[in-house]
């Protein structure tokens, strides 16, 4: 059995309505949840205007594997937020703006990012460490539901085969 955690994600970005139930099915097959009541994600769950956060426990490696590669396939920017597995790997914080890789970063159990020696030093400037710590504060624009124009939503093709 692979080491688990809990993970929480939060999803925005354009998207066509032709997408959303793909998005839906992708959470659920990571046994995401839109609360920690068990509440499932459904169509009511993605509004315009607004963002997704979904929530799921005992994920293998704390990753929403399905959603995330949802969200990179269709370039659907995400926030990924995981706890710990005592002995196996740490907390991070996933970052996907849409645009470029995932970026990782370590944080702790209280969701702070955390920067190493190493990592400062590799960095080399103040004013690079502070870009850093600023890339890591991202956080997903609201969903823009694209109605009828699917062609024009990033990645869309796909949903249609």
Known sequence: ?????????????AIARGC????????????????GEGEAVDDMSIRDGKTLEAFAYELPGGIFQEAESF???????????SA??????GPERVIYTGEMPTVQ??????DEVVLTRFGYRNLGSLEAVEDWFASAEFSPPPFSIIEG?????????????
């Open 71 to 81: 969200c990179e396939q269709h370039r659907l920017p995400f926030v990924r937020s």
């Open 105 to 110: 970063f370590d944080t702790t159990e209280y």
């Open 1 to 13: 059995m692979a080491d688990r955690a809990s993970a929480s994600i939060m999803i925005g970005g």
């Open 20 to 35: 959303i139930p793909g998005l839906i099915a992708a959470i659920a097959a990571d046994g995401g949840r839109a609360d």
């Open 149 to 161: 124009g699917e062609a024009s939503a990033p990645g869309c093709e796909a949903c249609h085969g």
């Open 84 to 89: 710990s597995c005592a002995g196996a790997f």
